[in-house]
């Protein structure tokens, strides 16, 4: 007998009381839609746990799926068995069998959440410790730092015996808590601050600031396929692309060259936040780090941020590059973010922007233009495209989660 199920610990949700049901029918939606290729598998969801019934898929690949997918605390394929204890025990030791290797060491750690089962916890550790000491020659007990911990766990229904807990992705399921505007550039950073959001449970559209001819199609590409990479989380991803030429003319027209980046900063803002209002979004992300340049000090964000009252998130605020890096590396983002095209704010950029604007000064260069008539028509010629994940573009798409 090998697994037969994974059974698949919620973590946070756990903690989640009344909208508990909520989050649990997200979680059932991501895993249903990472097991599409595994027509077999079939998901329980129940209110403290998910149990993956196998009927016959690989557990391994179903293990490799389940590892990305958040609200998943951790998992352990397992065996059911009646609660009869001869039953029990073979089953055990018919599976430590076929896992252990010569030489290792193990212990048994038993769960009993139905106290009326014949064994306490102890009893069921020295029971089926021996049992399985009997049966196979050469083994060792080693309850502090043992190779393999067999678990025994006994439930009202049945008991469960697994061998191996693996750590999930965490969070919160999927498009569980609203949805956001993540202002997404072609950069290192904004991708990885889109999948931390989407990791507590966000749905994230993006937002792109387009300045043709300043940027090229290949500058364009290249947000298409972060945006496809972020789509791998939640089965689409939905991109606005701002038409923004015109509003960069205008800055460098109207406004000093020390403060055109600032002014940049404000009106990109004020277009995501009127695009926000438009998809009934209630939050701005963005991939800001504190002092990484010179729109990222305290002073710049005071200046740009006095544009809105929108909440802004800025997951990656107190983060070293080098952190970034690591997970843009995890979520695959890194290598299509260092290809060389520039993007809108790169080819305008000032010989010496102010690292420390003053807020009436930027107001002041900004009240002598209209910007809003241009933000309004930058808003109009939004093109909002729905993004599929790279895995999925060769075949049918599948259940998207929204
Ligand atoms: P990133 O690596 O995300 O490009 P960065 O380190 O280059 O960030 P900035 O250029 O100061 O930093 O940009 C700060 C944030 O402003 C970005 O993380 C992104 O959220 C937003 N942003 C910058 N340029 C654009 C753009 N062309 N379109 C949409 N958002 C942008
Ligand atoms: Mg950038």
Redesign the pocket.
């Known amino acids: 007998m090998m697994y037969d199920r994974i059974l698949v610990r919620y973590g946070e949700i756990s903690t989640k009381g009344r909208n508990r049901n909520k989050f649990i029918d997200r979680l059932r939606k991501s895993v249903k839609r990472a097991l599409r290729d595994h027509p077999n598998a079939a998901i329980k969801a129940e209110r403290d746990r998910m149990f993956i019934l196998l009927n016959g898929e690989d557990s391994e690949e179903i293990n490799r799926k389940l590892k990305d997918i958040f609200g998943i605390q951790s998992f352990s394929p397992a065996v059911k068995v009646d609660k009869d204890l001869e039953k029990m025990k073979d089953a055990a030791l018919e599976l430590f069998k076929k896992i252990h290797q010569p030489e290792q060491t193990f212990k048994i750690s038993a769960k009993r959440s139905d106290k009326t089962f014949e064994l306490d916890t102890n009893e069921i550790n020295s029971e089926f410790g021996s049992h399985i000491l009997k049966n196979i020659d050469g083994l060792k007990v080693d309850v502090r730092n043992p190779d393999v911990t067999l678990q025994i766990e006994i439930r009202k229904e049945a008991a469960y015996i697994s061998a191996e807990t693996i750590k999930g992705a965490g969070g919160l399921p999927a498009a569980s808590g609203g949805k956001g505007m ?12 889109g999948y931390l959001t989407m990791k507590r449970g966000l749905e994230v559209e ?6 043709p001819p300043f ?1 090229s199609e290949r500058a364009k590409q290249k ?1 298409l396929d972060l945006s496809e990479q972020l789509a791998e989380v939640t089965g689409q991803f939905a991109l606005h692309i ?1 038409p ?1 030429t015109e509003i960069q003319q205008a800055i460098h027209k109207q406004i000093p060259d020390n403060y055109t980046m600032t002014t940049t ?1 404000r009106m ?1 803002l004020r277009i ?1 936040d009127a695009l926000r209002e438009k998809e009934g979004a209630l939050a701005i ?5 504190l002092g ?5 000090t305290l002073e710049s964000m005071f200046a740009i941020n006095e544009v809105t009252t929108t909440p802004i998130i800025r997951p ?1 605020i107190t983060m070293d590059k080098l952190e ?1 890096m690591d997970i843009a590396h995890k979520i695959k983002t890194h290598d299509i ?1 260092i290809r060389p095209y520039e ?4 080819v305008f950029v000032p010989s010496s922007p102010k690292t420390k604007p003053k807020l009436e000064k930027v107001q002041n260069f900004e009240s002598y233009f209209d910007f809003e008539e241009l933000i309004q028509k930058a808003v109009e010629g939004t093109e909002r495209i729905i993004i599929k994940p790279a895995s999925e573009r060769e075949e049918d798409p599948g259940d998207a989660l929204f």
Not at 292 to 296: I, N, P
């Open positions: 993540l202002m997404l550039s072609g950069g290192i950073d904004s991708p990885v601050a993006g937002v792109h600031f387009f300045s940027t947000v701002v923004f900063r990109m995501t992300i963005t991939g800001e780090s990484q340049v010179a729109s990222q990656l970034i973010s993007d809108c704010c790169t």
